[in-house]
């Protein structure tokens, strides 16, 4: 096990700190546990645990069976695009970034430039993997992936049947306005538009 020792003493208390790889120890022990509900999209297990302080609970755990994907659209201009939709579980309307499921077997990026024609009709020359983000760590291991696509052509779009979906380009700085100013408040999305401006936008 990696590690590292420190030690030192402050008003009369003597303290040792530890410093270990995150990976090395897992403060969870697993009892037992039970797939409890299934469907295409996701699973949930409950688990019987020894929590970090050593008390007996339960853990429930969310499996996506799909990645999230994002794609951050950017023209020439620095005009983006979003996608607005209602979202079911919030039971209200939402902003976002073009992004979709992607199967785990299926390269990331092939599944972006799908969800992208899909909900946009966009297609991009130039894509750059800018992302990697947990959506909900303390109960899903949903993993989101964003890209940067550039170097736009034009179409119709294609959504599924499932989506009601409306479109609207805006410069990237309304959209990065938007995020502080609460309007976006979807994950992928606020990290996307955070980390672009950032990386791209920050003079």
């Given amino acids: 096990m990696s590690k590292s020792l420190l030690s030192f003493q402050n008003e009369g208390f003597f303290f040792n700190i530890v410093w270990m790889k995150e990976q090395d120890i897992n403060p969870w ?35 996506f ?19 607005g939709q209602y979202r079911f579980p919030l039971k209200s309307y939402s902003w976002e970034i073009p992004e979709g499921g992607g199967q785990e ?12 024609l899909e ?14 983000i947990h959506l909900s760590n303390s109960v ?30 805006i410069p990237f700085m309304q959209a990065y306005e938007m995020v502080l100013n609460g309007e976006i408040t979807d994950s992928l999305s606020v990290a996307a538009i955070l980390k672009l401006k950032i990386t791209h936008f920050s003079s």
């Fill in 65 to 83: 069976k799909n990645l999230a994907i994002g794609i951050m659209v950017v023209d020439d201009s620095n005009n983006t695009w979003l996608v």
């Fill in 29 to 63: 022990q697993t009892l037992s546990s039970k797939k409890i509900y299934d469907n295409p999209w996701i699973s949930l297990t409950e688990h019987q645990v020894i929590n970090p302080g050593g008390g007996n609970g339960i853990y429930g755990e969310v499996h």
């Fill in 119 to 132: 909900e946009t009709g966009i297609e991009a020359e130039s894509w750059t993997e800018i992302q990697r």
């Fill in 105 to 116: 077997n299926i390269d990331p990026l092939i599944s972006a430039k799908r969800e992208l």
């Fill in 140 to 169: 899903s291991d949903e993993l989101g992936i964003i890209f940067l696509a550039q170097n736009l052509n034009f179409g119709e779009s294609k959504p599924e049947e499932s989506e009601e979906l409306a479109l609207k380009k």
